[in-house]
């Protein structure tokens, strides 16, 4: 069309100058610009063809007037406009666009019509200039987009040789352009253009151009930059037919001529593979296939032999090629391109089936003669890091399986490359926590399979590593571990695989500084027991891997105390005796200190020299070291010699384990004097550094905490009788110094509190010491105890006296209070007989004291700046309120000794000595306003003290009451996570407000504090959800105090409360995935039991949802049916249970299976069977209704199961019931549809229920006659139940030998034959088999298996529960808060049912047999997707069939099957058949029907093809 408008201007005339410049008048739009572009580009053919008629010798002036007169001008103008955006212009940048294209391409057509290159060369090094000038300033905003078209236009007319340097300098100026778009200053826009326009056109022109754009996209350092590699894969696709040698001896004139094949290069293949591996955008990546697979046809096609380059480091070429293995390189790469399309797919169900050619591409590239590689291993690492990066996170999954399981069955030479992909891309794809989860029918608790595979692939990989390889590579994994945010579970996994490497001395100090910073840094927020698994697992890594020689004991002791030892580290642990024995083994290797000195016993170890100086150095302080106004020394120091002198300790008993035993105690005393000594001179001498106290007591406190960890096994323990019989020998000097630095004013400044504290703890200690070897009154412990409190009183009121605040007198003050509060706790212990129940002077002093008075801030007025920075309002903030928590531990025991003596009302006058005793509302009152002002972990105090006032004021002051429960609980709701503050006042919390005799009075007033319990109840059940644990604490105290109390009174009070025991029966959360998978793992480390020393250190607190269950019911298993109150409490229960399942039915008709709704409704059942036997007669006749209505509604397999349980217990135990178990049958056949199945099931264990009624021949034959009606029925699955029953009807029939039924023996006989008999291999058949085989027909026996594990266990794993739902009795026997009495015997079950595998017939209402169905509109409106093959049996012939038409169609055998409901959908069943012939699917065309009218798909889409 643009030539015939060309034509038509040439015809009207003659002269081109003329009608050029008609056509250069006027306003510059684009049909104008693109019509003189026409009509130049048909002058240029004319010209070329020599044609140019009249006017010719004036055309090549006419163009150079064209050129430099309107199009040179155009451009200008246009360069200041702005380009708009490349994704989505405007239609004025469209239309600018427009004319810039076409004003190119009219300049092209001037420069060769102008008759000399000085026009070209002219504009192009015009254009060049605005290139290089371009930028986001104003006015040059689209000169790069005009400077690009003109360059692009005339470049091919510039002369290769004359003006080589011109196109050499406009190559570099737009490489630079193109590579550079992503830095400031210049634009993406521009930098697209440039690569996608101007630079393929140069490197068309051959020669220097050609040259200077690959030597720039192949220069080092271009490719840095996933940009970068975009616009480089962009040139070089656009280049290919100019880099890449075609066959033929032409072909390529200008490649020939520049010498250049890019197959040779290793940078362009490097580019390729970043582009392949690296690239996020699609079309970069495809563009990077496309030049492989251009190398390769191009490779085959000219049949000469070609290698790479050798790029950077050893193995084979990135690129080779051989005419000798052409079939074997072509198989290989088509293969690999394969892999590459499909994983742009990013469906797993493509992906799978393609991955087996992943294990192809190994085999061809590895030579089994040489061991070595022959395609360079890179490249497949190129298919592993697209699967990692895919959105879809089951196939990250698939490709971090395949290539963990890569050296399971095949070795593989070392490669640079696969070290350095393992420690970049694999351990990123392994930070993803999701890729651990269990497997499918894996049991909670199990390995994750993923963690398992990563531990053998880094077994195997690191035994294949060259030694000199293996530190770095250890070092470099380790280190990967800190660089980045890793979440618990695979952190840990990671530790796991490490831990499992083979002995080897791989790490240095480098090494052991990594693990460390592991330690230190990684895990800090992780959950407690994932982190203390993971340190015991990084612990043994460092006693495998680190070369002893290479580091020091120092080193060791350093790096052990970033292993926490209240989490892992615990002395007795396996951990521990694992440590002390590498210890032993390799103390003669260790790199020796110069601070170590072997004097002082003969044949001492390097290990116990290093101990003895390292205690000496401790203990050794100058005096001049601090003054008395020093901060307290750090506990790091007091820590770590602690800990090494146990593990020495016990390293010198595993020596001696066989040969003398003082040996351990001289050793422990050689290591211990120079502190035993410091501490017997405490008493006597005066003088002593105050550091050198302060480091002496320290290192006490820590040596008795360190032996007193849990797993110690502190009877038996040789080690903590010696420690404690040298510490007894100076309890007296330590307590003379401690009496005098409490109560002699010692103690006055602000750091002085930190010694106090640790006074105070060290004085704890030494009564527990006291307590273990037995309490006498006269110890030096009694005699100090008695002149601190009087002293401390003393001083206390001293200081009420009015004198000036000063610093001295204030901490002194908090001092005397602290010291007067750690009395008061620990003369709550009776083996101490401190005080009689008298009240004394003591009592009386803590009952008159101003309740909440604040410890009054200091004048500034001293110099000491050390005092203005450290009683800054913050700091002198903290004092404060530990001056009022010390107050209100004096008041809490002050009130627990004298709790009788509590007035109900302020009226009553009792003992005036005790002001805070009769004067309670006023201390409650107090309480509240000390939890305004405590922060919230010093609030336990006065939550014991509320425990104890609260009863007492109940009933007189309830709405103080009330204002305290409030209070209380705003405080726990608003606390932060910190685990040790929530829980302990979470615990004082409930014990405060849910006290026995709170509830008591509170239920029996019935006033506002009793709905107020139970608001706080249910905001506590609200909170478990996302709080695991706190449901746990309330349920588990309440039903031990209802226990303990075990009176008629307790019971009938708790009646008042059953919402709480109806709300555990049915408590547990569905939790999200993540929150599953924490689970998972937490369970797997506790099933490790004592190999993983977390599980001994730290404290199972029995904080999953399952325990909340567990508790309810073994306290429901200790009541008694017998007693009134419990009878009743039982029977409220039950009928509440009841009415919430029938509320959760009317919530929603419908519910999937292991759905919440499905979860609440099989724990009513369960607890009901748990209580049944406590039911008598005249209760279940009140309920029975409801549960055989239950029967009607409920159509989920397990709680089905439940309902036939309990109906055949009632019915055995009262066959009373059998006439309205009879009439359920009598409901007309619409009703009975979807439960009918029900009935016939109990039915089938009418042996069972008959088995204590002496006449049964009327029931037999009642229910005979019942069970023949349904027998006929339309529906598959209820005539297969009423044949279930029947035969086992029909058996005991005959036992009985019934004469009234012989009529019917015939027909009942042969009917039963036929079905036993059926002939083909149909599915009628196989179900019928099944369903005989089902454990609930055959192994199950209602009375024998009536046990905890059947109802919890055994029953929900059988029917196909969820394991979530499964409670293993191991945890009814562990949980010990309720412990029911020895004769118990509901736990286990005595029969084989326990060993029975779920089977795969499922108990359903409705048949599901295509030729069979209902049509009932109920049951159409269910749209089911792809199922697994697995779950569906189909006919013997069908499977014939569709493996025949697979194997025609050169398939494979799909394990899928295609169910879709296309009911009132016709139009959809092309849609379905096709996916049907995708997935290769059986009998597509014939099953798939519109059920309203029986339209056959092949109506709607006429293939051939979907025919078997």
């Known amino acids: 069309m643009e030539w015939v408008l060309a034509d038509v201007l040439l015809s009207q005339s003659r002269d081109p100058r003329v009608l050029l410049g008609a056509l250069c008048r006027g306003e510059a739009s684009a049909e104008r610009v693109e019509t003189l572009c026409f009509l130049l580009q048909r002058l240029e053919d004319e010209e070329a063809r020599g044609g140019g008629g009249g006017g010719a010798g004036a055309l090549p002036e006419a163009a150079r007037e064209v050129a430099a007169g309107y199009l040179v001008p155009l451009l200008r103008c246009l360069r200041g406009c702005p380009a708009g955006g490349a994704d989505d212009p405007g239609p004025a940048a469209r239309q600018r666009r427009r004319v810039l294209r076409a004003a190119g391409a009219a300049l092209r057509s001037c420069a060769r019509l102008a008759g000399g290159p000085q026009l070209a060369a002219a504009l192009a090094e015009e254009a060049l200039c605005d290139l290089l000038n371009a930028g986001p300033a104003p006015g040059l905003e689209g000169a790069a987009e005009a400077a690009v078209e003109v360059l692009a236009a005339v470049g091919p007319c510039l002369r290769p040789r004359e003006d080589a340097p011109l196109l050499e300098r406009v190559a570099r100026a737009a490489l630079a352009l193109a590579l550079g778009g992503d830095k400031a200053g210049q634009s993406p826009d521009a930098a697209a253009l440039v690569a996608g326009r101007l630079l393929p056109a140069l490197g068309r022109c051959g020669g220097a151009a050609l040259r200077a754009v690959w030597g720039g996209l192949v220069a080092p350092g271009v490719s840095e930059g996933p940009g970068r590699v975009g616009s480089q894969l962009l040139i070089l696709s656009a280049l290919a037919e100019k880099l890449l040698p075609e066959p033929g001896a032409d072909s390529v004139p200008a490649a020939r001529e520049a010498g250049l094949d890019a197959r040779r290069c290793w940078r362009f293949w490097g580019t390729v593979q970043a582009g392949l591996a690296w690239s996020e955008d699609a079309l970069t990546r495809k563009r990077a296939r496309y030049l492989l697979q251009r190398a390769v046809e191009v490779s085959a096609e000219l049949g000469t032999d070609c290698a ?30 394969l892999i590459m399309e499909t994983l742009e797919g990013n469906q797993i169900h493509v992906i799978k089936p393609v991955l087996p050619k992943l294990n192809s591409l190994f085999e061809y590239a590895v030579s089994e003669e040489n061991g070595c590689w022959l395609f360079h291993p890179s490249w497949h690492l190129c298919i592993y890091k697209r699967m990692f990066e895919s959105e879809n996170k089951i196939l990250t999954k698939e490709g971090v399986t395949h290539f963990l399981e890569l050296y399971e069955t095949r070795i593989l030479p070392f490669s640079p490359e696969i070290s350095e992909f393992i420690i970049g891309p694999l351990m990123d794809a392994l930070s993803e926590s999701s890729l651990y989860s269990r497997s499918p029918g894996q049991l909670i608790g199990s390995v994750s399979p993923l963690g398992l595979k990563l531990q053998k692939f880094l077994v195997t990989y690191i035994s294949f590593l060259p030694e000199e390889i293996k530190s770095s590579f250890l070092l470099k994994f380790i280190q990967k571990m800190t660089s980045r945010h890793w979440c618990a579970v695979p952190i840990l996994f990671l530790s796991k695989a490490l831990a499992n490497v083979p002995r080897c001395k791989a790490l240095g100090m480098e090494g052991l500084l990594a693990l460390r910073d592991v330690l230190q840094c990684t895990m800090m927020t992780h959950q407690i027991l994932l982190r203390g698994a993971a340190q015991c697992y990084l612990l043994q890594t460092a006693m495998n891997l680190v070369d002893a020689e290479k580091v020091s004991l120092s080193d060791i002791s350093t790096f052990l105390m970033s292993v926490r030892q209240e989490e892992s580290l615990g002395r007795g642990t396996s951990l521990w005796m694992e440590l002390c024995d590498w210890l032993r083994i390799n103390e003669s290797y260790f790199k020796q200190s110069s601070s170590c000195s072997s004097t002082g016993l003969h044949e ?131 307590s003379e110094f401690i009496l005098r630095r409490l109560t002699m004013n010692e103690l006055s400044t602000v750091s ?132 009022i928590h010390d107050q209100w531990v004096c008041l809490s025991f002050l009130l627990r000794k004298c709790h009788t003596l509590i007035p109900a009302s302020e009226g009553e006058i009792l003992e005036p000595t005790l002001p805070a005793i009769p004067m309670a509302v006023r201390t409650l009152q107090s309480a509240l306003e000390a939890l305004t002002v405590l922060p919230s972990e010093q609030v336990l105090p006065v939550f014991h003290c509320m425990k104890i006032l609260v009863p007492k004021l109940l009933t007189t002051s309830e709405s103080l009451c009330i204002e305290s429960f409030d209070m209380a609980w705003k405080i726990i709701a608003s606390l932060s996570n910190t685990q040790l503050i929530f829980w302990t006042n979470f615990k004082a919390f409930v014990q405060f407000v849910f006290d026995p005799k709170v509830l008591t009075i509170a239920a029996k007033i019935k006033g506002q504090a009793y709905f107020k319990i139970k608001e706080i109840m249910y905001r506590i059940i609200e909170m478990s959800a996302i709080k695991t644990g706190v449901f746990n604490i309330l349920i588990s105290y309440c039903c031990r105090s209802w226990v303990v109390s075990a009176s008629n009174v307790s019971l009938s009070i708790a009646k008042n409360y059953s919402e709480l025991v109806l709300e555990a029966c049915v408590f547990g959360t569905v939790f999200r995935r993540d929150q599953r998978l924490i689970q998972d793992v937490q369970t797997f480390i506790e099933n490790l039991g004592h190999e993983c020393a977390a599980n001994v250190v730290i404290e199972n607190t029995k904080r999953e949802d399952h325990y909340v269950r567990i508790c309810a019911v073994k306290f429901l298993c200790l009541l008694d049916g017998s007693n009134m109150s419990h009878k009743l409490f039982m029977e409220d229960l039950a009928i509440k249970l009841l009415d919430k399942d029938e509320l959760v039915s009317k919530s929603r008709t419908r519910y999937y299976v292991n759905s919440q709704q499905h979860r609440v409704k099989n724990r009513i059942w369960q607890i009901l069977l748990v209580l049944f036997p406590k039911f008598d007669q005249n209760f279940l006749n009140k309920i029975i209704d409801k549960i055989f209505q239950a029967g009607f509604i409920n159509n989920q397999a397990s709680i089905k199961y439940f309902i036939e349980w309990i109906i055949i217990l009632i019915l055995h135990k009262f066959p009373q019931f059998l006439p309205k178990f009879w009439n359920c049958f009598s409901y007309g056949e619409e009703n009975l549809k979807t439960s009918i199945c029900t009935f016939l099931s109990v039915l089938s264990h009418l042996d069972i229920i008959t088995e204590n009624i002496l006449e049964k021949k009327l029931i037999l034959k009642q229910a005979l006659t019942i069970v023949l009606q349904w027998c006929f029925n339309h529906n598959f699955s209820i005539r297969l139940y009423a044949l279930v029953a029947l035969k086992k009807i029909w058996s005991l029939c005959k036992g009985l030998h019934i004469e009234e039924l012989a009529a019917l023996t015939s027909v009942i006989e042969s009917s039963l034959s036929q079905v036993e008999n059926m002939h083909g291999a149909g599915s009628a058949k196989k179900n019928w088999q099944r369903i005989q085989e089902h454990f609930f027909f055959t192994a199950f026996h209602p009375l024998k298996d009536y046990c905890l594990e059947t109802i919890f266990y055994i029953l929900p794993r059988l029917s196909g529960l969820i394991e979530d739902e499964w409670i293993a009795i191991g945890k009814f026997t562990r949980f010990t808060d309720i412990p029911l009495g020895a004769g118990f015997q509901w736990y286990l079950s005595t029969t084989h049912l326990c060993e029975l595998k779920p089977g795969d017939w499922s108990q359903q209402d409705a048949g599901s047999n295509s030729g069979e169905a ?41 394990r899928l099957i295609v169910v879709a409901s296309l009911i009132d959908k016709p139009t959809n069943l092309g849609g379905k058949t096709t996916s049907a012939d995708r997935l290769s699917t059986t009998e597509k065309g014939r099953r798939l029907h519109h059920r309203g009218c029986g339209t056959d798909c092949q109506k709607f889409r006429p293939n051939p093809v979907l025919l078997p």
């Open 308 to 337: 790479c380059a050798p790029g950077e480091g050893p193995g084979p070429s990135l690129f080779w090629w051989s005419e000798k293995k052409k079939d074997e390189l072509l198989k290989f790469w088509e293969n690999y391109i």
């Open 1414 to 1454: 209902d049509n009932q509109s109920e049951w159409t409106d269910v749209q089911k997707k792809i199922i697994p093959w697995k779950n569906h049996v189909p006919d013997f012939d069908l499977e014939l069939v569709f493996q025949d038409r697979a194997a025609k169609l050169g398939r494979s055998i799909s």
């Open 604 to 734: 001492t170890s390097s290990l116990n020299a290093y101990v003895r100086n390292l205690v000496q150095e401790y203990i050794r302080s100058s005096a001049w070291e601090g003054g008395e106004n020093s901060c307290m020394p750090d506990w790091f120091e007091a820590k770590l010699v602690a800990l090494v002198v146990l593990l020495a300790i016990d390293v010198e008993r595993m020596k001696s384990q066989y040969s003398e035993k003082r040996r351990t105690q001289n050793v422990l005393r050689i290591f211990l004097d120079p502190l035993l000594d410091a501490l017997e001179k405490f008493g006597t001498n005066a003088y002593m550094p105050l550091l050198k106290t302060d480091r002496c007591l320290q290192l006490l406190l820590k040596l008795l905490h360190t032996c007193l960890l849990k797993g110690s096994g502190t009877r038996d323990d040789e080690v903590f009788t010696l420690l404690q019989n040298c510490i007894m020998s100076t309890t007296e000097s330590i």
């Open 752 to 883: 002085d509190l930190d010694r106090c504290h640790l006074y105070l703890m060290v004085l704890t200690e030494l009564i527990n010491l006291h307590l273990n070897v037995g309490w006498k009154r006269g110890n030096p412990i009694w005699r100090l105890i008695s002149p601190l409190k009087n002293a401390s009183i003393r001083h206390l009121q001293e200081m009420d006296h009015g004198q000036e605040p000063t610093l001295g007198r204030q901490i002194q003050r908090a001092v005397s209070m602290a010291a007067l509060a750690m009395v008061c706790e620990v003369s709550q212990k009776p083996e101490l007989q401190l005080d009689s129940l008298d009240v004394g002077p003591p009592e009386t002093f803590i009952s008159s004291l101003q309740l909440n008075q604040t410890l009054q801030k200091p004048h500034t007025e001293e110099e000491s700046s050390f005092f203005e920075e450290s009683s800054s309002s913050q700091g002198w903030g903290k004092i404060a309120a530990q001056y």
